[in-house]
């Protein structure tokens, strides 16, 4: 009943991941609470949805956070940073999906679904994570992706080393990044010139690990940012990983290439146990292989194993996965702040 009890802010609410925040709070354990969406001037005004509910976005300004008790920033990098300070004074637990926040003092990188896999095969000390702290950064949705997997497969089976090649789709860089794709695609089938502002490359009908000097969609940021908040929500439990991101000429999705190695002798069906239950769908080697298409829209991780083989006194596995970045991006943050929650047990709207 305390959920009844939340003011939540959402801004950015007419980006890609804000809107699909706002239709995955409707249907989260908060959806009891009192939501306001909130955009820079040129979105003030629009009409959107939260849940059944047609709700107007308002203007942001610096009395907005007024009584909030939760604030997720999912617009640009450069509102959360002008913003989020007028969230925390206002008392606001602030959950981030622009990244802004990384490196801030006291702001981790979280992903509660990998905390609760590692909390629950870890020796019971009575030991929790410190959510003491004004705001998180939500982890990444690929790096929640091979941490996540990587976690199930440590709970049941000793992991030796894992490496992954990551498919980064276009609506990981905004709206422009996936104008850029579609005009790109319409130029080549018409033989006219590319637009390259985004991309500085041709990446309709091409997969590259690298774009020109001059773009704005950044993979090497992409890149770091996936390794460095896998190790983060690991907490140093799991393999180092080995990674790749490449740019696909896909607007939505990610798929990733997993090669995982346990220790000593194991079967293709111990490793879909291990990955078996919540926040995965294994799909059989009969059937269709997942793919971001067959993932969009998907809440779980679609997966598929494949036996490699193995090298010296160990069995190594490929894992074939797809998620829906936008969705798997809001469901963590609603983690986020479910996890919060148990420092709110109470809101401030009466």
């Not at 992903?111 to 939500?138: C, M, R, Y």
């Not at 439990?237 to 000593?264: C, D, I, K, N, T």
């Amino acid at each position: 009943m305390a959920h009844e009890m939340y003011r939540i802010g959402i801004v950015g609410a007419s980006s890609l991941v804000g809107k699909e925040l706002s239709d995955e709070l409707a249907e989260s354990l908060l959806a009891a609470s009192s939501f306001v969406l909130l955009d820079d001037e040129d979105a003030a005004g629009q009409i959107t949805a939260t849940g059944d509910e047609a709700t107007f976005i308002q203007r942001l300004e610096a009395s907005s956070f007024d009584r909030m008790d939760f604030v997720f920033f999912a617009g640009s990098a450069e509102v959360t940073k002008a913003h989020w300070q007028n969230a925390r004074q206002a008392g606001a637990s602030i959950v981030d999906l622009t990244y802004a926040l990384e490196g801030e003092k006291e702001v981790p990188a979280r992903a509660p679904w990998v905390t609760e896999i590692s909390l629950s095969s870890a020796p019971q000390d009575g030991s929790e994570p410190n959510l003491n702290t004004p705001a998180v950064v939500a982890a990444h949705p690929a790096a929640l992706m091979l941490a996540l997997a990587a976690a199930r497969l440590q709970s049941k089976l000793p992991l030796r080393s894992m490496a992954a090649t990551v498919m980064q789709p276009a609506s990981e860089g905004g709206p422009l990044a996936m104008d850029e794709l579609h005009q790109q695609t319409v130029n080549l089938l018409s033989f006219q010139t590319l637009p390259r502002e985004q991309y500085d490359a041709q990446v309709a009908f091409n997969l590259l690990p690298s774009l020109g000097e001059a773009a704005k969609v950044k993979l090497g940021v992409a890149e770091n940012r996936i390794r460095e908040h896998y190790a983060a929500i690991s907490g140093g439990s799991l393999p180092l990983l080995a990674l790749q991101v490449v740019q696909a000429p896909v607007f939505h999705g990610y798929v990733a290439s997993m090669l995982v190695e346990v220790a000593g002798s194991a079967t293709v069906e111990q490793v879909e146990a291990a990955l078996a239950g919540g926040h995965f769908d294994l799909v059989s080697g009969e059937s269709d292989p997942p793919s971001n298409l067959s993932a969009a829209g998907q809440e779980d991780i679609m997966v598929r194993v494949r036996e490699e083989a193995g090298g010296n006194g160990s069995s190594r596995f490929w894992l074939w996965l797809a998620a829906d970045n936008l969705k798997l991006a809001a469901l963590n943050a609603i983690a986020c702040a479910t996890e919060l929650s148990r420092f709110r047990p109470m809101g401030k709207v009466q």
